[in-house]
């Protein structure tokens, strides 16, 4: 049997009656191509099922992080305060900005930035918090939000991996100031090219975000740049498409639920203290199923082993940020100690194949190769 990662035939199919309609309704002039209904319409339901007043959408992920960052009108040498392990877009977000990063440790059972070490990494320059909601967990909202009111710093956190995600009933994208989604095919709400988005209650930045994507101008007079913006507009196809997907969410999200529980079978038998599987909190929306294991040669063992059963893993990320080959060292504020713990975790993690369209004949038989490795 083969297990691929990523199976973009099957994830599409369920929408493509609906997209080839929406394409055919722009090819012949029924919906405006820029700033159409598609988008429109993708806005007003995306913000409805967040919970969130606005959301604004926009060219990728990536995008999304950098506008909401001039919004708060960060400045060159401002303290961006990020978790030590992520993708490398949250930094990039910043440094792109001429921000420095300041990355903090995450927890060892889900990986996520570690509320408790915030405060000491705070100096006078610190202008905001990137929280990162990774493989769909939620960061701990209520020291964050304190910490963020007690410093008079902004939180802007990276919800590119956590559509539907909640935590005590309310939905990521709406907890802090702005929040900042990917629809990066990959994703749980993922769309077919590029595309992100902005969900904020503040009707200010929300009308900033909009002045610039679209170049910077004015909302009332389109002839007058008000902004030094750019071109970060979002797309009808992709708008069209999302709004469909949008739909299914909530199966897409129970289906990586039972794929996750069923993983959680690893923990037990003869694998049990062989690997960890990070912990998904209640209102998480699995992105990515990671586990953990006891050191880089076991992990990368493994990894051959599964390639030679024909089962595709990846790791979500090999290389640390703070190791990229074009960080120099005026970009970034890191001790030794929080370098080694993103180092140790980039050389122990793996995903495991997982999406609403793995079968569990698949898992399963996933699980019985992770088995088999560690009796061999
Ligand atoms: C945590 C995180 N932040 C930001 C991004 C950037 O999103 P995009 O690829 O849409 O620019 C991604 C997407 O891969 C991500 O996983």
Redesign the pocket.
């Known amino acids: 049997m083969e297990v691929k990662f990523f199976k973009q035939n099957k994830i599409n199919q369920l929408y493509k009656s609906s997209l080839i309609n929406s394409i055919n309704a722009l090819i012949d002039g029924k919906s405006a191509i820029v700033f159409g209904n598609y988008s429109k319409e993708f806005e007003k339901k995306y913000s409805e099922y967040i919970g969130a007043k606005y959301c604004s959408l926009l060219s990728?992920?990536?995008?999304?992080?950098s506008i909401a960052l001039k919004v708060i009108n960060v400045n060159p040498g401002d303290e961006i305060i990020v978790p030590n392990h992520?993708?490398i877009?949250?930094w990039l977000?910043a440094l792109n900005l001429g921000c420095v990063v300041v990355p903090v440790p995450v927890k060892e059972n889900n990986l996520l930035i570690d509320e408790n070490k915030i405060k000491q990494f705070i100096t006078s320059k610190t202008k905001a918090i990137i929280p990162?909601h990774?493989y769909g967990n939620v960061t701990n909202i209520k020291e964050i939000r304190e910490i963020s009111k007690e410093h008079e710093i902004f939180v802007i956190d990276?919800a590119?991996?956590a559509h539907g995600s909640s935590t005590g009933g309310n939905k990521v994208g709406n907890l802090f100031n702005m929040s900042?989604f990917?629809?990066?095919p990959?994703?749980n709400l993922g769309a077919l090219g590029?595309?992100?988005c902005i969900t904020t209650n503040n009707l200010e930045f929300f009308e900033k975000i909009n002045s610039i994507r679209n170049y910077g101008k004015s909302l009332d007079n389109s002839s007058e740049n008000i902004f030094q913006g750019s071109n970060h507009r979002g797309d009808e196809i992709q708008a069209a498409f999302l709004t469909e997907k949008l739909k299914n969410i909530e199966n897409i999200i129970q289906k990586r639920k039972s794929i996750i529980n069923s993983y959680k079978k690893l923990e037990n038998g003869h694998t049990k203290n062989k690997l960890k599987i990070i912990e998904y909190s209640e209102g998480s929306s699995p992105h990515l199923a990671i586990i953990k294991l006891k050191n880089v040669q076991v992990r990368n063992s493994l990894i051959k082993n599964l390639r030679s059963n024909n089962i595709q893993t990846m790791i979500h990320y090999e290389i640390p940020c703070h190791k990229k080959q074009f960080i120099k060292q005026n970009q970034i504020i890191i001790s030794d100690e929080v370098a080694l713990q993103a180092e140790e975790i980039s050389n122990t993690i793996l995903s495991l194949p997982m999406s609403e369209v793995h079968d569990e004949e698949e898992i399963n038989y996933v699980i019985d190769c992770i088995n088999q490795f560690f009796i061999d």
Request: aromatic residues 12%; hydrophobic residues 40%; glycine residues 8%.
């Open positions: 990728n992920g990536l995008d999304a992080l992520t993708y877009a949250t977000a990162v990774l990276d590119a991996q900042c990917s629809f990066y990959t994703k590029e595309a992100g």
